[in-house]
């Protein structure tokens, strides 16, 4: 694979803009490649006094102009000098040595190889100093768990010798070679002591990687020695300075919070709370280790760039710059820092310590899971099940037409009570197939749906395991209906079992979904039904993308809650008259007909209202309003349709379009982010995925159109060709489909967000709050 490929596929999606614009210095050397070729005049680029100019107007900069090569005089070709800025740091300037005439695109190489340099670097060097900070709460929170098990666990226990003694364990501590996986280097490292979980001041004796930065002599011992004289009076006095924060992730404490109006709780000593305490702040500590891996990475993989670009003007230009240019990378923040690389090797110690009960394997294993192997089965099982489920529903249509159940009262009848039966599985497998397609283009298009959605690494689904899922749901569902009609061929010989094929499968549906053991994706089901019943407890759950994300989903498979009702109905009412008795004819089934398609709109409206006392967004206020309308619509229709009347008619239909209106409003708008006035792509937005701008328009037409399809849920429209509830399952059908649609752009602008902001992580709250920085806070 060609390095240029393999440096796109290995961007971290939400820094991508941090990244060395590999594939512009790639043309800008193709520029000099046909300059060379053509012996034309090159396009004029801006010389090094005129950047230099422009430079010194800031106030606070100081220029060396000594030059970083070490190489002979004639062989340079290239002199990078250094200006330094009070605040900004340090950037660098290449000027070129040779001769003017005719190099503009060279000097334009290097003009732009010097702006791509020093935007990583200070890109870099702030992520850096951004870990550096998150290390002293780390350090804080890894003293007060500390204190903590000692407290739960043993009372009794001689809590300051333990202290001591694990405070001067560095000094029985032997330095071991570990190689980083990222970037292969060996470096040395120190094992921590267990006391507490890394410094940030402490540097590595014996690395060669860092000549050129001052040795930092080894105080930690004294240092620590001080701290715990002053501590001699109680090691464990931590615990009267802090308190536990209150995340309301749970129903339980949602509603103590709302109770105390306070979102710190005192500690309570109990194993439960320590329990608690330990598991977020496992999982700190795997989003702190997967932030260090990263930043690793995009060191290595940006020095790699740079060094393959230079090679490659070397190579088009016979001029040697390479060594004297990679001399000042070398000695660059990039270059030679070595923070990261020293607190991964402490955050590994740390973690197999303190949270995997010193097995290395084991805490290796959670910090480092392994990525998920596309396989070979999953694409040839989809293929076969796919055909599988054509050969059904072409049988079962051959069969339908053969005894003409179309063209007979009582086969259209039969057709009426059963379909109903099977269609919950047609809106769940579309949904599915569009959900694959989904995640299809988001991986197409880089957009980091894994991250966005929480899943962990290595257990989420890809468009072919979806695709194979839904296939396989396909295959059951047209089998049973096939078997349903075979046997109803021969009612006299399956009387009882004929009724029960659809409760079967329902039976078989629910089993795989709820299956205990570790087969079928268990990961994914679980993390659906944790889903699931975060949306139905709203709002005693703290909401998450998924949650209001799946609410939206539901909000699209009304008919598809309906079909339940109808299983509920048919199963009670219809099989016990022995057909004479339908749905339709019982008011309670016509009430709860319209009750249940008001739910997903109360799922939203409540997250909705919870993310606004939450967040203070008000934003979330109109969402909250757009549900509750919603929901007012159908209300007013469930009234109308039990009171026929002109002003019922009147009111549902204006309420209908009110909430159409707005909700399409609030799909492009809002949910997409396109129709920006002062944007650089005109009625659209400012960044965008896909190339073919067409496509942004195109999807908002089809998106206002499919929205009025929907109208057509809340006032019937009667097509005299059409038999049956067949007009209902269409619009149902286009309403699964827009869905899918906004699923992929609504994806996009959040993708696009975190871009913009650089979150390639999740936060984690802390689980401690000192009562010191809290006074601190205040008095500032």
């Known amino acids: 694979m060609k390095f240029g490929k393999e440096f796109k596929r290995e961007m971290v999606p939400e820094w991508i803009e941090a990244y060395v614009d590999y ?116 350090n804080k929170q890894m003293d007060a768990l500390i204190a903590l098990r000692i407290k739960v666990m043993d009372p009794g226990f001689d809590a300051f010798g333990s202290l001591q003694r694990l405070s001067f364990d560095i000094n029985n501590s032997t330095p071991s070679r570990i190689t980083s996986p990222l970037r292969m280097t060996t470096v040395d490292t120190d094992h921590m002591p267990v006391g507490t979980s890394f410094d940030p001041s402490y540097s590595r004796q014996g690395s060669s990687t860092n000549a050129s930065h001052p040795k930092v002599p080894i105080n930690r011992t004294l240092r620590e020695k001080r701290d715990i004289d002053s501590q001699k009076s109680d090691p464990l006095e931590i615990l009267d300075h802090i308190k536990i924060v209150n995340t309301f992730e749970s129903p339980m404490s949602t509603i103590r919070g709302v109770l105390r109006e306070s979102k710190e709780n005192d500690l309570s000593y109990k194993k439960e709370e320590l329990k608690k305490v330990e598991q977020r702040l496992k999982i700190i500590f795997f989003e702190f280790y997967q932030k260090l891996r990263l930043l690793k990475h995009f060191s290595y993989m940006n020095l790699s760039a740079l060094a393959k670009i230079l090679k490659k003007y070397e190579k088009i230009t016979s001029r040697k710059a390479a060594r004297s240019y990679m001399k000042m990378v070398d000695k660059s923040y990039l270059g030679s820092s070595e923070e990261v690389t020293s607190l991964l090797d402490r955050v590994e110690t740390t973690f197999i310590k303190h949270f995997s009960h010193s097995n290395r394997r084991k805490g290796m294993k959670i910090l480092r899971p392994k990525h998920k192997i596309e396989k070979h089965r999953i694409t040839f099982l989809s293929g076969f099940l796919s055909g599988c489920s054509i050969a059904l529903l072409v049988a079962f249509i051959l069969l339908r037409d053969d005894r003409k159940l179309m063209d007979k009262e009582e086969g259209t009848s039969y057709l009426d009570k059963i379909v109903p039966l099977y269609s919950f599985y047609a809106y769940i497998v579309l949904h599915m197939l569009l959900y694959a397609a989904n995640i299809y283009f988001w991986r197409r298009y880089k957009i980091n749906y894994a991250f966005i959605f929480g899943f962990k690494q290595g257990t989420e689904l890809s468009y072919r395991e979806v695709f194979l899922l839904s296939n396989g749901l396909a295959m059951l569902v047209f089998a049973a209906l096939l078997m349903h009609l075979h046997m109803n061929s021969r009612a006299e010989e399956y009387v009882t079992p004929i009724e029960y094929v659809p409760l079967g499968l329902m039976a078989v549906l629910l089993f795989i979904t709820f299956c205990p053991f570790n087969i079928i994706y268990r990961s994914s089901r679980l993390f659906l039904i944790r889903c699931v019943f975060r949306c139905i407890c709203a709002p005693l759950y703290k909401v998450t993308l998924p949650d209001f994300f799946l609410a939206d989903q539901l909000t699209s498979q009304i008919e598809a809650i309906r079909s339940l009702e109808y299983y509920i109905c048919y199963y009670t009412w219809v099989k016990s008259s022995h057909g004479h008795n339908t749905c339709q004819s019982h008011n309670v089934y016509n009430i709860f007909y319209f009750i249940l398609a008001v739910i997903p709109y109360w799922f939203r409206f409540f997250q909705c209202i919870r993310r606004l006392f939450e967040e203070k967004d008000q934003s979330q206020a109109y969402n909250a309003l757009r549900y509750f309308l919603t929901i007012l619509a159908v209300v007013i229709k469930t009234a109308y349709s039990l009171r026929k009347s002109l002003a019922w008619e009147v009111l549902a239909i204006l309420s209908s379009l009110v909430t159409t209106l707005f909700n399409t409003y609030w799909d492009i708008v809002v949910d997409w982010g396109l129709l920006r006035r002062k944007s650089k792509n005109k009625f659209l937005r400012d960044k965008l995925v896909l190339r073919h701008k067409s496509v942004y328009f195109i999807a908002m037409v089809l998106d206002v159109l499919l929205r009025f399809a929907w109208l057509q849920l809340v006032l019937k429209f009667n097509v005299p060709s059409l038999q049956g509830s067949t007009v209902s399952s269409i619009f149902a059908c286009l309403e699964v489909i827009r869905r899918g649609m906004w699923n992929f752009f609504r994806l996009e602008n959040e993708h696009l967000n975190n871009v913009g902001k650089y979150r390639a992580f999740k936060s984690v709250p802390l689980p401690f709050v000192y009562h010191e920085e809290d006074d601190e806070d205040k008095e500032e």
């Open 23 to 138: 594939n512009g210095l790639k043309q800008i050397l193709q520029d000099i490649r046909r300059s060379k070729e053509s012996k034309q005049p090159p396009t004029p680029a801006r010389s090094l006094d005129q950047r230099l100019a422009l430079y010194r107007n800031f106030s606070g900069l100081n220029l060396q102009s000594g030059t970083q090569n070490t190489g002979d005089i004639e062989d340079q070709v290239i002199a990078v000098n250094t200006v330094q800025h009070e605040n900004s740091g340090k950037f660098y300037i290449t000027k070129f040595l040779g001769s003017p005439e005719g190099a503009e695109n060279e000097i334009s190489f290097f003009n732009k190889l010097d702006h791509e340099f020093n935007k990583v670097n200070t890109f870099y060097k702030d992520k850096v100093d951004e870990v550096m900070r998150e290390v002293t709460l780390l």
